[in-house]
């Protein structure tokens, strides 16, 4: 059986949301999945002033030889400036040792990411995501247009062809809609079928 990680940062969760819509759609396709977040950096001071989401039902992925256990990594973070959040930047920069052994080659990669506006910077975002799977060596997945909700200016919507998307508006409200979480599901259900591929 496939057995896919999704990884995600989330500060107000959003991202959480769409990771759990990731994983719904791999274990659809078959997979075995976990869902596992990256440490919190900011320091307790500015999580609590800043209003971060603490109660979360998933576990902290802190050993980074741990991604070596999967066939695919679904990774998700919110937007920052128009790259991944500095803590999943963090995460990456201690798999140096992963990353040397060559333990991530070949294996599935794919992202998700969530921005205030439409204009905010997903699509560089998930490019920073899928430069440093390329990197690892892994073989990426996007969201492609066979997921056509993502298509038409009816209504805001997320959605790239680099990877599943979701819009939070600048004070948090808006809340990650059922095209939103369609694409994350076809994404995560996707990256299973391929690994299952290449694994076989």
Do not use: C
Request: charged content about 20%; overall charge negative.
């Amino acid at each position: 059986m496939t057995k896919l990680l999704v990884l995600y940062y989330s500060s107000y969760g959003h991202i959480e949301q769409m990771a759990d819509a990731v994983a719904e759609g791999a274990r659809a396709a078959g997979a075995e999945v976990d869902i596992r977040r990256v440490p919190e950096t900011a320091p307790p001071e500015v999580v609590a002033a800043a209003g971060f989401k603490a109660d979360t039902a998933h576990p902290v992925l802190s050993d980074p030889k741990l991604l070596a256990d999967y066939d695919a990594i679904i990774v998700g973070t919110p937007t920052r400036f128009g790259r991944m959040s500095s803590q999943m930047a963090s995460f990456w920069d201690t798999a140096g040792g992963v990353w040397a052994q060559g333990l991530l080659h070949g294996k599935v990669g794919a992202a998700f990411t969530s921005s205030a506006s439409q204009h905010g910077g997903q699509e560089t975002t998930l490019f920073s995501i899928l430069t440093n799977l390329l990197h690892f060596g892994m073989t990426i997945v996007g969201l492609d247009y066979g997921y056509a909700a993502q298509m038409g200016v009816d209504e805001v919507k997320g959605g790239a062809p680099y990877g599943a998307t979701t819009l939070a508006d600048g004070d948090g409200s808006r809340q990650p809609s059922e095209a939103d979480l369609g694409g994350a599901r076809y994404l995560g259900e996707r990256a299973a079928r391929t690994a299952a591929k290449l694994a076989a």
